[in-house]
């Protein structure tokens, strides 16, 4: 009885928020709505006794996913008055921490590599379960976690200087210096082109 009471509880509140999330003219308050859907969705894996995919749906699509989304809209809506290098005394902080997270994989590949072996689990009796999910993971997966986990950063990072403003002067060099490499010279007027 209480399990059907708290499955329609959920269920309604992720059928709210997903209304919500259609209604909603701002796009900030609609990925808000969205990440009310994702935890409902959550509560009511829990409720199916899944606490693996409920966490997962709770760190992945309600945190991470929805973090870049978030990002993207505010990207999206930058103010055309700031100049374009405001940000130009991080640019030090930012090697450095680079050069610390450089350090830090050395380090987490050189731990991998001297951690004593660990004994073999019983597979029958922990299959599927959170505990030992993540004792795989941060055991013998360790190292191609850490280097996925790199991997996103960097696609991170990539974006964010993909989606930086460039003024119109060295927008126009970028697309001239394009079109000379693809031989298209010529096309430099067309009104497709032009800026």
Same mark, same amino acid.
């Given at each position: 009885? #209480?399990?059907?009471?708290?499955?329609?509880?959920?269920? %309604? =509140?992720?059928?709210?928020?997903?209304?919500?999330?259609?209604?909603?003219?701002?796009?900030?308050?609609?990925?808000?709505?969205?990440?009310?859907?994702?935890?409902?969705?959550?509560?009511?894996?829990?409720?199916?006794? *899944?606490?693996?995919?409920?966490?997962?749906?709770?760190?992945?699509?309600? %945190?991470? #996913?929805?973090?870049?989304?978030?990002?993207?809209?505010?990207?999206?809506?930058?103010?055309?008055?700031?100049?374009?290098?405001?940000?130009?005394? =991080?640019?030090?902080?930012? @090697?450095?921490?680079?050069?610390?997270?450089?350090?830090?994989?050395?380090?987490?590949?050189?731990?991998?590599?001297?951690?004593?072996?660990?004994?073999?689990?019983?597979?029958?009796?922990?299959?599927?379960?959170?505990?030992?999910? @993540? *004792?795989?993971?941060?055991? /013998?997966?360790?190292?191609?976690? /850490?280097?996925? @986990?790199?991997?996103?950063?960097?696609?991170?990072? @990539?974006?964010?200087?993909?989606?930086?403003?460039?003024?119109?002067?060295?927008? /126009?060099?970028?697309?001239?210096?394009?079109?000379?490499?693809?031989?298209?010279?010529?096309? /430099?007027?067309?009104?497709?082109?032009?800026?």
């Amino acid at each position: 009885m #209480i399990t059907s009471a708290l499955f329609f509880l959920f269920a %309604g =509140l992720a059928i709210a928020c997903a209304i919500s999330l259609v209604y909603h003219k701002n796009p900030l308050y609609s990925a808000i709505s969205l990440v009310g859907v994702l935890i409902s969705l959550a509560c009511i894996y829990v409720m199916l006794a *899944a606490p693996f995919i409920a966490a997962v749906q709770i760190l992945i699509y309600a %945190g991470a #996913i929805m973090v870049l989304v978030v990002f993207v809209i505010m990207l999206l809506n930058l103010d055309d008055d700031k100049p374009i290098n405001r940000l130009r005394h =991080l640019y030090v902080f930012g @090697g450095i921490m680079g050069v610390v997270l450089l350090a830090q994989t050395f380090f987490i590949f050189y731990a991998v590599n001297r951690a004593p072996k660990q004994a073999v689990v019983d597979t029958t009796e922990t299959v599927g379960n959170t505990l030992s999910i @993540g *004792a795989g993971m941060y055991t /013998e997966y360790l190292l191609p976690v /850490e280097i996925v @986990g790199i991997l996103l950063l960097m696609a991170v990072v @990539g974006s964010v200087m993909l989606a930086r403003r460039l003024e119109q002067p060295q927008l /126009e060099l970028v697309v001239d210096s394009e079109l000379e490499k693809r031989g298209e010279g010529e096309l /430099e007027d067309e009104y497709r082109i032009r800026l």
